[in-house]
């Protein structure tokens, strides 16, 4: 016998084979339901003699799934990719964010990729939904997924040394630095204390004041910086020697 497809057509992706009759292949959609089609056979007799039979074959899609379950962490400052994959429906997929948001500086494209420089550490909670290309209608599928950004460096203060002072005498400003972790930073005392009649501003790490007393002064100095949810912090030990005023 040979066959044929005379009217209509098999779903995508599958094929006739004349000599065997067989009917083969993957189903590649987006079309999924029932595909109705007439075959013929004819016979090898002479003169041939033919049938034709109407047929349908009902093409179902695998529910649709986020296969994601988790996306790589991130540095702070460094270029991020991540592509999120789905599985069953029919592809292709379109992907959106639908609660939460990402990490900031990334974004989510519409293909799955997730692009895009952080500017903050800290972990963000979202929810992705990807829908397939399923026709007549699409199926959709959500799942909730997080992206941690870390800090590129330590937090750590670079100040190893202060000027000294005079007593009774404005204290020429000074700056306590660091380096690392997520600005803005705070700054404290934990241990010892300044000379009396100096302040640490909390904000800008700037000592000033006018010492009223002479004598080396040892303390603590401490930076917190503003990486979220677990800041992260840094001490040095330092000091200010405030002498007496010069006579003549």
Known sequence: YSWAVTVGSLPAGLSLNSSTGAITGNPTGPFVGLTSF???V???ESPTKTATASLSIT??????KVATTTLPTGVIGNSYNATLQASGGVPSYSWQLTAGSLPAGLTLNSNGTITGTPTATGTSNFTVMVTDSETPTAQTASAPLSISINSSQPLAITTSGLPAGVINTQYQNAFLSATGGVQPYTWSISAGSLPPGLSLTPSTGQISGTPTT???FNFTAKVTDSTIPNPQTATANLSITINAALTI
């Open 59 to 64: 093409i179902t899609a695998t529910t649709l």
């Open 42 to 44: 004819t016979d090898s």
């Open 38 to 40: 007439t075959v013929t």
């Open 214 to 216: 002479t004598g080396p």
